[in-house]
């Protein structure tokens, strides 16, 4: 290994694979080495020696197979963990939001608790027996845009009344149902709503029906639905902020100074190593922590504010400026448990709720299509062939099962694949399974570690508006990125979206407006209509989805094609430094071989080659929160 490759890392290391210039591989990289120097047998030295691989000018310092050293792994491992740890705090807050457990902090730190328990399941199954590639699955902001919408609409929700008979008096008196009461109950019957929804989600990863859904769902869709997720998070963004203006600016233009304006510039970093002693090198680490650093100078900043005496007007939970203190709820820190398991059933019965079942359904069938496009970029920045249709089912099949399970768990939300954590993955040049396979077992520990969510619990309000911003303003960005296959010179285009994005906003504000105009004679029919018609991105993704497949157009046109490709198409050859055996799941030779493998889905098939059984190249296109690197010239077979 050189000494730039060291310089990245920051601490030595050795990369262990076939392109270590070691005496068993000198003449052959020597042979390959000549043979490219000749363009013209490029095609044929790859088909001879290896049919999807090619050697890389610029590789990375350690691949999907290879293992890290331990110090190492622990280090990149914590950096994957931090960058995605701010996402997870906000979905998990929203959540309680809608709980009516706005000021109930024990059970925010509790709910946080069960959500990074969840991200770490998810990211261990996933990197060991979903699709196989080095990925961080988070909360999504998917699955609670419904339930901003359901909040906007039922705002008697946390004044729930029961009725009893009173013997000795002989009448039926009507009392208010506990807080803690009211909490349980909300979160219950997001539980069952969760959990079937979950299911869907595992069967059509089972079952590989995520190749229908691509025939009749494409871009033209997809933007209007998600793009609602983001714009109707404005209102529970701006009940964050407005606590302090001054302090959520100054949050939110820190994160985009390091992460924009400073983007071309990297950090001098003191370091030692081995090879150079002591010396100066420079990384991006502003960019790549610019959220977390922006929620750490914000926190100090209102830690002096509140020692100076700025907030000591504000001492009741009522007053505005109460959650920028920073010593008014710190004994949410003394009150937790050092260790605490979240376990299914822990908040009792499971419930169910037909309204919040749509608004996850709906969350369900963007978030996979989501988490194909993450699969595809993260296959183009480890330098691996697109991902065979066995390892995609199986990876939906996987965010599926662990959906359900967050819902029996009482999360509120299920998780995706976090693009961020991929573009991370190319400014460390660090692809190696086991750095997620360590990160999954540090959020399976912050979960269990109490007193670790109950310190995210306390940031103050002003500060987490700020950095909600740059999330959700970066959130828009990348969903507007899927437009780039869409021709949007074309007025049938141009006509679906603005109108879906328009009747998706439109709809919820009138019922949230005037709610009494909805009036069937049936009160409990009314609630659902009232439910699903304030559902953003429902009525956003049934009209787009609706016009997209009536109104004529080419697959080119609306940019469906390049999100789906046939069985008989081949996967073209292209830079990669591992073939599609990081794709396989261990399993005894025997079943590996075993005819019925053809017929199950998620498997691989012993009879057809890998390079027939893909679903689409470029979906991996849609997908980057920072830098995604190239795959490199593909030549068709």
């Not at 020597?30 to 691989?53: F, R």
């Not at 505005?320 to 004994?331: E, I, M």
């Not at 670790?452 to 103050?460: D, E, G, K």
């Not at 890998?610 to 979906?619: F, K, P, Q, Y």
Request: hydrophobic share 40%; glycine share 8%.
């Amino acid at each position: 290994m050189n000494s730039e490759e060291e310089d990245t890392l920051f601490l030595p290391a050795v990369t262990k694979g076939p392109y270590n210039n070691d005496q068993k591989n000198t003449k052959q990289n020597a042979n390959c080495e000549n043979h490219l120097q000749n363009p013209g047998d490029v095609t044929k030295t790859v088909q001879e020696k290896s049919p999807e691989i090619e050697m890389e000018d610029s590789p990375l310092i350690y691949r999907i197979s290879d293992a890290t050293p331990i110090h190492l792994t622990l280090f990149f491992a914590m950096q994957q963990a931090l960058l995605a740890l701010s996402t997870s705090l906000a979905v998990s807050l929203l959540v309680a939001e809608y709980a009516c457990a706005e000021h109930d902090e024990d059970f925010k730190s509790r709910l946080l608790s069960s959500t990074l328990f969840m991200n770490g399941i998810t990211t261990l199954l996933m990197n060991t027996i979903g699709v196989r590639l080095p990925l961080y699955q988070g909360a999504t902001p998917d699955y609670v845009a419904p339930l901003v919408a359901m909040a906007a609409i039922d705002k008697d929700r946390c004044n729930m009344t029961t009725t009893f008979f009173n013997v000795t008096s002989n009448t039926t008196e009507t009392v208010a149902v506990n807080e803690d009461e009211v909490i349980i109950y909300h979160i219950q019957t997001l539980q069952g709503s969760l959990m079937l929804a979950g299911l869907i989600h595992f069967v059509v990863g089972a079952t590989g029906l995520v190749g229908i859904l691509l025939r009749f769902i494409g871009p033209v869709t997809i933007v209007p639905t998600i793009l609602l997720i983001g714009i109707y998070m404005v209102t529970s963004v701006t009940k964050f902020a407005q606590v302090h203006w001054g302090i959520a600016s100054m949050t939110c233009a820190i994160a985009i100074i390091m992460s924009l304006y400073l983007s071309k510039y990297n950090m001098p970093i003191p370091v030692w190593t081995r090879r150079k002693s002591c010396h100066v090198i420079r990384y991006p680490l502003h960019q790549v922590f610019a959220i977390l650093i922006a929620i750490v100078i914000g926190w100090v900043v209102s830690i002096i504010m509140t020692e100076s005496g700025v907030f000591d007007s504000a001492k009741f939970v009522k007053d505005r400026l109460y959650y920028a203190r920073t010593d008014a709820r710190s004994y949410v820190i003394t009150n937790a448990k050092w260790f605490q398991f979240p376990y299914p059933g822990q908040f009792g019965m499971i419930r169910f709720s037909i309204s919040a079942f749509v608004g996850f359904f709906i969350a369900t069938i963007v978030s996979i299509l989501d988490s194909i496009g993450d699969y595809y970029a993260c296959a183009t920045t480890c330098r691996v062939p697109p991902p065979p249709s066995h390892a995609v089912n199986r990876g939906i099949a996987v965010e599926g099962l662990c959906t359900t399970l967050s819902g029996a768990v009482g999360c509120g939300h299920g998780t995706t694949t976090y693009g961020g954590n991929i573009g991370a993955i190319s400014l460390t040049k660090v692809a190696s399974r086991h750095v997620f396979v360590c990160l999954s077992l540090v959020y399976i520990l912050f979960g269990i570690i109490g007193k670790f969510s109950a310190v995210f619990i306390t940031i103050p309000h002003p500060v987490l508006g700020g950095a909600l911003i740059i999330m959700f303003g970066m959130f828009n960005g990348v969903v507007l990125s899927n437009l780039q296959s869409v021709d949007l010179s074309s007025t049938r285009n141009s006509a679906i979206i603005g109108t879906s994005l328009l009747v998706g906003l439109m709809m919820p504000h009138w019922i949230e407006r005037y709610p009494n105009t909805v009036n069937t004679g049936n009160p409990e029919a009314d609630d659902i209509l009232k439910m699903l018609l304030g559902n953003p991105n429902m009525v956003g993704a049934i009209l787009s989805c609706f016009l997209d497949n009536t109104v004529p157009g080419t697959p080119e046109e609306r940019g469906i094609a390049a999100w789906q490709t046939t069985e008989k198409d081949s996967v073209p050859s292209g830079k990669y430094q591992e073939g599609f055996e990081v794709y396989k799941p261990w399993q005894p030779s025997r079943m590996a071989n075993a005819r019925i493998m053809k017929y199950v889905p998620f498997m691989p098939n012993p009879t057809k080659p890998e390079s027939e059984r893909h679903l689409s190249v470029d979906m991996g296109r849609r997908k980057s929160l920072v830098h995604t690197i190239p795959m490199g010239q593909y030549t068709e077979r």
